[in-house]
Structure formats: structure tokens, C-alpha cells
């Protein structure tokens, strides 16, 4: 009998789990109580990956696969629980990344933009010295070099923190639906 509690919009994607067994998907050595275990790295790497290839415009629905003799009468409210809260402490987990990622940005920041400003005053200082060919290549070695120091702060604001933003984003409040295999 599908479990129906939760509802899959129309435009959802769907990441479809098939299991022998419900424990498949938790971390066995885990000994948390069962809706705080950590999920299995294999399942979560399979739902997380997935998830980052659907499209960011569409929700996200999980449908977990279990044989029908596995299926419990009562229902599934626990998993459904026990995912939400692997994957909303999984966001959490990347917020604080982010944020940190984003206090060495500002740091790198700083010191590179006082690197570069040094760099200018030597770059001014050599060519004050006058306009010889040591006395150019001195100055533009230390632009380079200047502006070489900003590389680590603008990778950081420019493309470092994109995918641990999108990372495990959605993954705490989409539907979860364990239903019986399909046969045939």
C-alpha cells in the first residue's frame, strides 16, 4: 500500500530510492535514537548528488522503495522525520561553512588589498628612481604580484561559496514517500 501522507507536486523532481530494507538507509553504527541517525554516507551521497543535478526552479521529492513485506502497517512518520532532521542539521552545518567561508574571504581581503597597496607604493617608488628597463620590470613584477595576492579573496566571493549554498538547500523539507516496489 503506497504511503500517500505527503504529497508530490506535479513538478517536482523525484529522487527514487530502492531498498531490501528501511535500515539500508541509516548508518548502522550510528547509536543515536532512530530520528536523530546519521543516514548511510552511500544513500546520502546518492540523495545529495541527485539533488544537485535537478533543476533549482523545481521542488524535490524523495521516494524510498521498500518490499512490501517491509512496509509497517502504522505507516512511516519517523523516517519522513528522521530525514528531515539528518538533512535541516546537514543545512545547518553548511550555513555555518558559509559563514565562515565568507569571514576568511573578508580576511583574505584585508590582507590582500594590504599587499597590493605595498606593492603599488614599490611599483611608484622604482619607477620614481627613474625609467630604465630594470626599474620597469621591477614595477610591473610588483603590480603582478599585487594583484596576484587578490586571487585567493575574489575565488572565495566569486565562485567558492555557490555550491555549498545550493548544498542540502531543499534537501530539509521536501516530501518523503515510502511506498511498496512496483512489480513488473
Avoid at 500517500?4 to 538507509?25: C, F, V
Wanted: aromatic letters at 8%; proline letters at 7%.
Amino acid at each position: 500500500m503506497p504511503d500517500t501522507s505527503d504529497s508530490i507536486p506535479a513538478t517536482a523532481t523525484k529522487i527514487e530510492i530502492n531498498l531490501g530494507r528501511l535500515p539500508q538507509l541509516f548508518n548502522s553504527l550510528d547509536p543515536s535514537p532512530f530520528l536523530e541517525r546519521d543516514l548511510d554516507r552511500d544513500a546520502e551521497d546518492y540523495i545529495v548528488g541527485s539533488a544537485e543535478e535537478a533543476s533549482l526552479q523545481h521542488p524535490l521529492a524523495l521516494v524510498i522503495h521498500l518490499p512490501a513485506d517491509q512496509l509497517p502497517a502504522q505507516g512511516l512518520p519517523n523516517v519522513r522525520e528522521a530525514i528531515h532532521n539528518y538533512f535541516a542539521y546537514r543545512r545547518d552545518q553548511e550555513d555555518r561553512r558559509l559563514r565562515l567561508l565568507f569571514r576568511d574571504g573578508r580576511i583574505a581581503l584585508l590582507i590582500g588589498l594590504g599587499f597590493l597597496f605595498c606593492c603599488m607604493l614599490l611599483r611608484e617608488l622604482a619607477n620614481s628612481f627613474g625609467n630604465d628597463t630594470a626599474s620597469d620590470i621591477f614595477g610591473e613584477g610588483m603590480l603582478i604580484i599585487g594583484w596576484v595576492a587578490m586571487r585567493r579573496p575574489l575565488e572565495i566571493f566569486l565562485y567558492e561559496w555557490v555550491p555549498i549554498r545550493r548544498r542540502c538547500r531543499k534537501l530539509a523539507e521536501m516530501p518523503v514517500i515510502v511506498q511498496s516496489n512496483r512489480i513488473g
